[in-house]
């Protein structure tokens, strides 16, 4: 695949939705946001395309550079898996893991730090739990001189240094959170000095840090519609790689923490579908530890524990909702895309959720097959494919099936050790837990 097969352009499904997502709401006034509103934590450019419909933006020439440094990344056909399955579906994978930071997170933290320079911002904060976002943008800081400051989720920062190593040597500085630099965080830790921190947290520090300075702002590795815009880049360099194989998805499949790797696969395709009146599925998996989507409410919520964030029209187990300790750290998240939720709700999405135990047995006959330790989110896609694959067989369909590698689990591997050992669980639904986020959920 040559480099000249690197889009020039993002896509956004926003021009082909049937309606437009219902509109951020300010999290104190519930008025709909305006531009001003997000000017303190986001650039310009971000929040432009957040509410733009233009169908193609065009990727900044300094962006396509450092995409070339991964991009295009492999389609590829697994064959073996096919073989091993015994179908006659085609199976077909999308590798994001070939990345340097091995996921698909580089797509956007590096368009962000470029629009974060050009407006001559200093520094950007920003949180995350196992590292895969911390990490991918403290490459994208690297690359483009801006200082990242990373607020990682305290068990995270104690139990998984290889992430947070890479971010340090990157030059990013990394801080346990709940940390004393904040007043969310000195809140917390007065409550509980023992604090293991949350995302929940994790976001209001970094959001509070980016409010109080000009030059400082804050980014976010999902869920936001420019996110998805810039994750794009995977669906639209697959739609030349399946013409260039001769082949068309009947189904693409991705898993959801906050929607970005699924979005960035399915939307070109679901924008060609609804274009050109295609009769692809689109199927999204969740863990049924976290399964906002296929038990959640559609609702406005916040993004963030302390409520400091707007308000999103999305599936939601409710802000204070705190998930399982399940191994795929990025699917432990309350919320849903905008995008992804709407396309649910329009039926143009279907929703599955599966329990952790037969994802990581589905990663393991994937490795057997084609030789990739997937990390625990991808896992979930994999049981997607394989369960389409499966089905495929039994109605004896030439299913072609396209899945999204999200990231290989090179960095993952205690998950392994601890499934190959017999100490991983499955979770009930948390049905009595969920109820009670939901309740503290505003009515706007
Ligand atoms: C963060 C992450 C996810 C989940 O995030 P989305 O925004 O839903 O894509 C999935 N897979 C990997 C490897 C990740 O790092």
Not at 110 to 122: I, R, W
Not at 185 to 200: N, T
């Given at each position: 695949?040559?480099?000249n ?5 993002w ?5 082909d ?11 104190v ?5 305006t ?5 303190a ?23 396509r ?28 994978y ?11 997170k ?23 739990g196992?590292g ?22 305290k068990?995270?920062y104690n ?14 500085t ?6 004393t ?20 947290i ?12 000009p ?6 590795g ?9 994750q794009s ?32 696969v ?10 050109e ?75 599955r959720?599966?329990?952790?135990l037969e994802c ?26 394989i ?6 067989k ?12 999200s ?21 009930d639904y948390p ?10 959920v505003?009515?706007?």
């Amino acid at each position: 695949m040559s480099s000249n097969h690197l889009p020039t352009r993002w896509y956004n499904i926003m021009a082909d939705l049937p309606e437009l997502p219902a509109p951020g709401l300010h999290p104190v006034t519930h008025k709909p946001l305006t531009p001003d509103d997000l000017a303190a934590l986001f650039p310009m450019e971000c929040i432009m395309q957040e509410v733009s419909a233009d169908r193609y933006i065009d990727i900044p020439e300094e962006v396509r550079e450092i995409y070339s440094l991964w991009r295009p990344t492999p389609l590829r056909r697994a064959r073996r898996l096919e073989k091993m399955l015994d179908t006659p579906a085609k199976i077909f994978y999308k590798y994001e893991g070939i990345s340097p930071v091995g996921s698909h997170k580089p797509n956007t933290a590096v368009p962000q730090a470029y629009y974060n320079k050009l407006e001559g911002v200093k520094q950007i904060t920003t949180e995350t739990g196992a590292g895969q976002w911390g990490s991918a943008l403290a490459m994208a800081g690297a690359f483009l001189d801006i200082n990242v400051k990373v607020y990682m989720v305290k068990v995270s920062y104690n139990l998984k240094p290889g992430r947070r190593l890479i971010m340090q040597s990157f030059g990013a500085t990394c801080t346990p959170s709940p940390s004393t630099e904040t007043a969310s965080g000195r809140a917390i830790l007065d409550q509980d000095p023992d604090s293991p921190g949350s995302l929940g947290i994790a976001i209001s520090e970094a959001v509070e840090v980016a409010m109080g300075d000009p030059k400082v702002k804050y980014s976010l590795g999902s869920v936001l519609n420019h996110v998805l815009i810039h994750q794009s880049v995977i669906g639209e360099e697959a739609i030349e790689q399946m013409q260039d194989a001769g082949v068309y998805p009947d189904v693409v499949i991705g898993c959801i923490g906050g929607g970005s790797n699924f979005g960035g696969v399915a939307f070109p395709f679901l924008g060609k579908a609804i274009r050109e009146n295609r009769n692809t599925r689109f199927v999204a998996i969740e863990p049924s530890a976290c399964p906002k989507v296929t038990k959640g409410k559609y609702t406005y919520d916040y993004g963030d524990t302390a409520g400091l964030t707007p308000m999103l029209k999305m599936h939601t187990l409710g802000h204070s909702f705190v998930p399982p300790a399940i191994h795929a750290g990025g699917l432990r998240y309350h919320g849903m895309a905008p995008l992804v939720s709407l396309g649910k709700e329009l039926g143009l999405v279907e929703a599955r959720a599966y329990p952790q135990l037969e994802c990581f047995d589905a990663a393991l006959t994937f490795l057997h097959a084609e030789g990739i330790i997937a990390a625990p989110e991808t896992s979930h896609a994999i049981r997607g494919a394989i369960d389409e694959a499966l089905d495929a067989k039994e109605k004896g369909e030439e299913r072609v099936i396209l899945f999204n590698f999200s990231g290989h689990g090179f960095l993952d591997l205690t998950s392994y050790q601890a499934y190959l050992a017999g100490e991983l669980q499955d979770y009930d639904y948390p049905a009595e837990m969920v109820e009670k986020a939901l309740q503290e959920v505003p009515a706007v």
